[in-house]
DNA sequence: TGTCCACCGGAAATAACGGTTC
DNA sequence: GAACCGTTATTTCCGGTGGACA
């Protein structure tokens, strides 16, 4: 037997569970579409293209609409003879203006011609942007995925006004903004709420059906028939109906599923793979998490495991800040200043890792928050042995501590 | 009712870094 | 190589908070 065998067959096409897959058929969001259409109409008749602003939790369909209604009327625009060119960009790991610009730019530019993310002038950035905007022509419509990503919101104002500045006079371009935040819009500059929000629409939480019907139409694309049984389906889409209607965490699911399936052999997919499937997504969630880490924030996670093996949680960030700086000695690393390490603490809660309670006891004792640890602590373990600036730290702390006991 | 504890968390300042331009 | 540019992590500073206690 050779050391690669076919896998056993129950998928038929495993990508159609991926994020990023195009089904030719949306479910379930009827009413959007049709607001969407609405909105978007101005394009058809040639006028200066909308601006939109979509919002709702992540996994409601935003993207997929999008797209969706994008390659759509990319179709109809060119039978009507109009210059229509969409650009998508995902804000994700950008958090400046200025960053967005260069990752617009670099799209529109050859490969061979592409900027660095800093060094330029702002202004210079800017004008390069006018500049490739301007010689595509035409209409633009410029989809900005994840825009709650941006902390500064200058481009969205600037792009939509670049015509009537005279930055623009080729091209007519509009923005689509996609968002999972409802607070953004209300951090956005008037300047922007006016301009960009002139269309808004809500995409609310997908329910347990149409999370059904979303994984039915994908699996039975995804799977050959009679591999997925109705409880897998169900007990999928119960995942994501129970944490905020999100589809793609119900896609995730079942094309984990799937994989463990396979892995065993079996000839369909079982709850127990469910199951397995969803163990195994939670690791991989803690174990990204804490790779996404600096070393500082490893540090403040590995004095709060040991406080936890040491049965000292749930306790409050001072005891914590004590055992951080003993831990930082031991590791030759200077220590962070309390209130630098409170924002390590809290990332840690927001990721999920750690989880914390305020107390409060007055006169004698004030407010503070007591941390404590929501993870296994041995998967902890595992994870930071793997970062690479904790590779021999840990077990030198560990020795050494052990040593002073 | 008012006081007060002790941390919380926003904001501004600073340092270090990777980059460009002349 | 000096001046300039933007970003990020960090330090420094300081007003805010809310329940227990008198």
């Not at 347990?208 to 139409?217: G, M, W």
């Amino acid at each position: 037997m050779g050391l690669f065998q076919p896998d056993t067959d129950i998928f038929r096409n495993r990508d159609a569970l991926r994020e990023d897959y195009q089904p030719e058929e949306i479910v379930g969001r009827d009413d959007e579409l049709q607001q969407y259409i609405s909105a978007l109409q101005p394009v058809i008749n040639g006028d200066q293209p909308p601006n939109v602003f979509l919002y709702g939790k992540a996994g409601v369909g935003k993207t997929a609409c999008t797209r969706y209604l994008l390659s759509e009327l990319k179709a109809d625009a060119a039978e009507y003879d109009i210059d229509l060119t969409t650009i998508r960009t995902n804000c994700e790991d950008l958090s400046t203006s200025y960053q967005v610009a260069i990752q617009l730019i670099n799209k529109l530019r050859d490969p061979d011609d592409q900027l660095k993310p800093t060094g330029y002038p702002r202004r210079q950035v800017n004008e390069w942007l006018w500049e490739e905007l301007d010689s595509i022509g035409g209409t633009i419509i410029i989809v900005f995925d994840e825009v709650d990503h941006i902390e500064d919101d200058s481009i969205l104002y600037q792009i939509p006004r670049a015509r009537a500045n005279g930055n623009l006079t080729e091209s007519k371009v509009g923005i689509i903004g996609i968002s999972n935040d409802f607070k953004f819009r209300e951090s956005l500059s008037s300047k922007v709420q006016s301009s960009l929000c002139e269309k808004e629409l809500q995409f609310p939480a997908y329910n347990a059906n149409e999370l059904r019907d979303i994984l039915r139409q994908r699996a039975d694309i995804a799977f050959y028939d009679g591999v997925v049984p109705k409880e897998v389906i169900a007990k999928c889409a119960a995942f994501g109906a129970k944490d905020a209607g999100d589809a793609r965490q119900s896609l995730d699911l079942l094309m984990e599923a799937g994989d463990i399936a396979v892995e065993q052999g079996a000839e369909e997919v079982t709850e127990t793979h469910v199951d397995e499937a969803r163990a195994s997504l939670e690791r991989s969630r803690i174990v990204d998490g804490v790779a996404g880490l600096t070393q500082q924030g490893h540090l403040v996670l590995y004095a709060l495991v040991m406080l936890h093996e040491e049965g000292e949680t749930p306790t409050r960030a001072r005891t914590i800040q004590d055992r951080y700086e003993i831990v930082c000695e031991r590791a030759a690393i200077d220590p962070l200043v309390p209130r630098r390490m409170r924002d390590h603490l809290n990332e840690l809660a927001m990721l999920g890792i750690a989880s914390r309670v305020e107390r409060n006891k007055g006169e004698v004792g004030g407010r503070y928050y007591e941390y404590s640890l929501d993870t296994s602590p041995d998967l902890l373990l595992e994870a930071l042995d793997e970062t690479v600036d904790m590779v021999g730290v840990t077990e030198a702390i560990q020795k050494r501590l052990n040593q002073s006991y």
